[in-house]
């Protein structure tokens, strides 16, 4: 079954940094390109960041160029999302999804963490 | 970037009734490599969202078939053709096509 696991939310200040971890299994990570979406409370969803299945290719929403970085371990089959210079705004569930092979962006979904950025 | 425009943003439907969600983009979805990513997603309460429809059409594995996705270019449709209680939620489009990824503001579907 395949599963994605997100970690590392939690509450900071503003200014602040965190770590975000996404664990997943059931499926050849190393095959997959993977991205991180975030929802603030009450609010539609944001596309913040892609990589590529090596790697080689990331891509950022301005929202956040610049300061997050997406990065993965394929040994570890781990995606990370280093956030730095948080703001009141960045508050929201960061979910990891991954990219289907043929079907296109975010055919699986991990469960969300929660990130609360405070002033 | 794109602009995904959704409509309505809420609709009360009733159980066993039809309901359509229509979403247009800002520019053509159609990608140099002669498809269209345009997908739908579901979100019900408390719940991580859900893929539905890929490439405009096509529905994802265990999706019931009353859900359908149809359009071309810069309007496309979600459509349920019999609402059922599960079917609750908040449903989104999204691009694919051009970087950055984008999505629609969201219709909440909500039982009259």
């Known amino acids: 079954q395949m599963r994605l696991v997100e970690s590392g939310g939690g509450l900071v200040k503003s200014g602040g940094s965190l770590r975000l971890s996404c664990e997943v299994s059931?499926?050849?990570?190393?095959?997959?390109?993977m991205n991180w979406i975030r929802q603030a409370p009450g609010k539609g969803l944001e596309w913040l960041s892609y990589?590529?299945?090596?790697?080689?290719?990331?891509y950022y929403a301005d929202s956040v160029k610049g300061r997050f970085t997406i990065s993965r371990d394929n040994a570890q089959n781990s995606l990370y999302l280093q956030m730095n210079s948080l703001r009141a705004e960045d508050t929201a569930v960061y979910y990891c999804?991954?990219?289907?092979?043929?079907?296109?962006?975010?055919?699986?979904w991990g469960q969300g963490t929660m990130v609360t950025v405070s002033s | 970037d794109v602009v995904m425009t959704q409509s309505p943003l809420s609709l009360p439907v009733t159980l066993g009734q039809p309901a359509s969600i229509s979403c247009s983009s800002s520019q053509s979805l159609v990608h140099s490599d002669g498809n269209t990513y345009l997908n739908w997603f579901q979100q019900r309460p408390g719940q991580s969202p859900r893929r539905l429809i890929y490439?405009?059409?096509n529905r994802d594995s265990g999706v019931p078939d009353r859900f359908s996705g149809s359009g071309s270019g810069t309007d496309f449709t979600l459509k349920i053709s019999r609402v059922e209680a599960e079917d609750v939620g908040v449903y989104y489009c999204m691009q694919g096509t051009h970087w950055p990824r984008t999505f629609g503001q969201g219709t909440k579907v909500e039982i009259k």
């Open positions: 990589i590529s299945s090596s790697g080689s290719l990331i």
């Open positions: 490439k405009v059409s």
């Open positions: 059931g499926f050849t990570f190393s095959d997959y390109h």
């Open positions: 999804a991954r990219d289907g092979k043929w079907s296109g962006a975010f055919d699986v």
